[in-house]
Nanobody, 126 residues
Framework: QVQVVESGGGLVQAGESLRLSCLMSGVTNRITAMGWFRQAPGKEREVVSC????????YYDDSLKGRFTISKDNAKNTLYLQMNDLKPEDTAMYYCAASTNFFRPFGPRPSDFGYWGQGTQVTVSS
């Protein structure tokens, strides 16, 4: 099984930056992709950004591509999400997830990801 643990969330002011980290452990040899998702109160979980574990091909939600950057360190089994110019509407629980399924670079779906972390809260105040 695969364990996924997020960290790095917190309370920041609008315009500030934050970097989330996700450490993956366990049996990781079959991981094809990792991703970040978020869910705000009263809203559905949405894709933020995903990345293929092998070649680094990445997907971003169109509204976030200019501010968020996903990256990975395969040797450390670690995924990152650099979030710049944070806005109040970015406030959400952010989840890291890992997939052993086919990676859809232009349309990853939460259902493709079978291993999920507990989430890390990001709150952006104005």
């Amino acid at each position: 099984q695969v364990q996924v643990v997020e960290s790095g969330g917190g309370l920041v002011q609008a315009g500030e930056s934050l970097r989330l980290s996700c450490l993956m452990s366990g049996v990781t040899n079959r991981i094809t992709a990792m991703g970040w998702f978020r869910q705000a109160p009263g809203k559905e979980r949405e894709v933020v950004s995903c990345i293929a574990w092998s070649d680094g091909q990445a997907y971003y939600d169109d509204s976030l591509k200019g501010r968020f950057t996903i990256s990975k360190d395969n040797a450390k089994n670690t995924l990152y999400l650099q979030m710049n110019d944070l806005k109040p509407e970015d406030t959400a629980m952010y989840y890291c997830a890992a997939s052993t399924n086919f990676f859809r670079p232009f349309g990853p779906r939460p259902s493709d990801f079978g291993y999920w972390g507990q989430g890390t809260q990001v709150t952006v105040s104005s």
